[in-house]
């Protein structure tokens, strides 16, 4: 139900952009606030995975809110791979790259001559790991398996990412069935100081 509601909205907001249509009033209530924030909140590093693949369905959601995020002056810099190919994974995992068993591997890669595309792409994680959250589907970010990809040895299996030149991964994320629900981690709320 959750999955068929956010599937319509998704698919309504991708028709308006397409038609550029006139501006679309979507009416929120307190409670859609509070599941988003509750949303936000519940999400974890999720570091097992059931052996279930990821739907095409919920990816292209996923996908959809992942280029809605905000970039500088909407240059969007950068290029997504969403991997499931078993021979693929296989080579990543042999290179090193330690997606914890994830059947499927987001690889965002960034523009290289674009200084504000780490913070962009980001952003962009941030989306994908969200409305997977929303899904009810796990997600880990991956700065060492980005790492691994740019190495020297790395450079066949990147290869077939098919990334245009002045690109290079910057950050992948695993994406799966959860198979384990981890505790939040501390939160250093000293960190936040409002200003008078
Ligand atoms: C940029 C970035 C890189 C990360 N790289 C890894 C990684 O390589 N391997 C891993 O298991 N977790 C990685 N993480 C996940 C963090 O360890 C995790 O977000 C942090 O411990 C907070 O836990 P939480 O996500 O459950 O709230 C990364 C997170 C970020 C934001």
Redesign the pocket.
């Known amino acids: 139900m959750k999955k068929a509601f956010i599937f319509l909205f998704i698919l309504f907001a991708a028709m308006a952009t397409e038609l550029q249509a006139q501006q679309v009033t979507v009416t929120t209530s307190v409670s859609d606030g509070v599941i988003i924030v509750e949303n936000i909140l519940a ?3 999720i ?1 097992k995975y059931t052996p279930q693949q990821v739907s095409r369905q919920d990816l292209d959601i996923i996908m959809e809110c992942a280029i809605n995020a905000p970039s500088a002056m909407n240059k969007q810099p950068w290029q997504i791979r969403v991997v499931q190919n078993a021979d693929l994974l296989a080579k990543i995992k042999d290179l090193g790259g ?1 997606f ?1 068993g994830a059947p499927t591997l987001i690889v965002i890669a960034k523009d290289k001559t674009n200084g504000s595309s780490d913070l962009d792409c980001g952003l962009l994680a941030q989306n994908i790991m969200l409305s997977a959250q929303a899904l009810d589907l796990g997600t ?6 980005a790492r691994t990809l740019c190495t020297d040895k790395a450079k066949d299996v990147t290869a077939k990412l098919d990334l245009p030149a002045n690109y290079e991964p910057v ?1 992948c994320i695993a994406l799966g069935h959860p198979d384990q629900s ?1 505790d ?2 501390p939160r250093d709320a000293k960190k936040v100081k409002y200003i008078d």
């Open positions: 999400r974890r590093s570091r330690n914890h880990c970010a991956l700065g060492s398996v950050l981890p939040a981690k």
